[in-house]
């Protein structure tokens, strides 16, 4: 009794919470679904991270700005053309001159480098992050597969033999072979066994909701 009023008390502190993050005042709604109704093995394929768009994003406008640095670092070269007339040997010449500030050109390359280690520095994150989340889907993947496992053996074959052993204690109880006591024991296994069973539901659901999370495959 205590451990359902718990239940029922936790239950209405989640409808609350749900429904303030629905921007309602209402928790009063009906909770619908089977939970043994299983999803199938999401996919591990990542296809819409915000964590790696964030880095990839980061990534793009620092090569946008490598790229600006290279432009600037061109000297911008200032060009000048005239004739000159030498009178000893009574010619003339065609002359050509070229300027560009070699101070900024030297200033602009440092900032080059310095956008390139910058890009290195990003492509490193990234792949830093890549690898922390496809660690995280493998040991998601393998919590999954070991929790099915669980389901499995819970539902065919720990509880009914549960089911049998409380059974029969009920029959022996009444024929005098055993105390109540015997009873209860196997009875209280018994809902240990389904809250157990109970338990290993829902935690498939939320590692099958942490890998889409993963994935990118559900919104936050």
Known sequence: LIDRQKAQQKLRGAKTELSAKWNGTDSEFTVVGNLEELPGQ???IIDNNPLLDKYSA????????VSMEKALSKPDITASTGAKRFHDTNETAFMVE?????????KNRENSQAAEAMVRSSEKSLHSITIELQTKLELLQQELVAT?????ALRDNVLPEAEKAF????KAWQRGAIPFTD????ERSLF???NRYNDALVNYHYIVIDIKHITGRVQS
Not at 58 to 65: C, D, G, L, S, T
Not at 183 to 186: D, M
Request: glycine content about 0%.
């Open 98 to 106: 070229l300027e560009f500030p070699l101070q900024l050109f030297n």
């Open 183 to 186: 009873v209860l024991y196997t």
């Open 148 to 152: 099915a496992s669980e389901i499995a």
């Open 42 to 44: 999401p996919s591990l």
């Open 58 to 65: 980061q990534q793009e406008y620092r090569r946008a700005v």
């Open 167 to 170: 059974e029969c204690s009920q």
């Open 192 to 194: 240990q066994l389904k």
